[in-house]
């Protein structure tokens, strides 16, 4: 069992910048691909990055590409998602998740753990 918590949300102006922390459980941390992920009340949870256990791979939603940067520290078990040029359109819940698999994934359904999500208000 792997027990993630997300920190770093709040309420920044358009334009702004946040990082996100999510922290793990467990030691072995380093075997799993983590995501992100983001949902808004009544749609579907949205794929935000994903990064492989060894962090060299890494995906984005085109909607986040070149403003976002997902990054882990295997070492302290630790996965960040640093967010630039913020939009009001990034407003949502963002969780953090894990796979008993080293490779990533953009799937939400393939993903075995989550956090309880933060909350991410960027207003205009």
């Known amino acids: 069992q792997v027990q993630l918590v997300e920190s770093g949300g709040g309420l920044v102006q358009a334009g702004g910048s946040l990082r996100l922390s999510c922290a793990a459980s467990r030691r072995t941390f380093s075997n799993y691909g983590m995501g992100w992920f983001r949902q808004v009340p009544g749609k579907q949870r949205e794929f935000v990055a994903t990064i492989c256990w060894s962090g060299s791979s890494t995906y984005y939603a085109d909607s986040v590409k070149g403003r976002f940067t997902i990054s882990r520290d295997n070492a302290n078990n630790t996965m960040y998602l640093q967010m630039n040029s913020l939009k009001p359109e990034d407003t949502a819940v963002y969780y953090c998740?894990?796979?008993?698999?080293?490779?990533?994934?953009?799937?939400?359904?393939?993903?075995?753990?989550w956090g309880q999500g933060t909350q991410v208000t960027v207003s205009s």
């Open positions: 998740a894990a796979r008993e698999a080293s490779a990533c994934s953009m799937e939400y359904t393939e993903y075995d753990y």
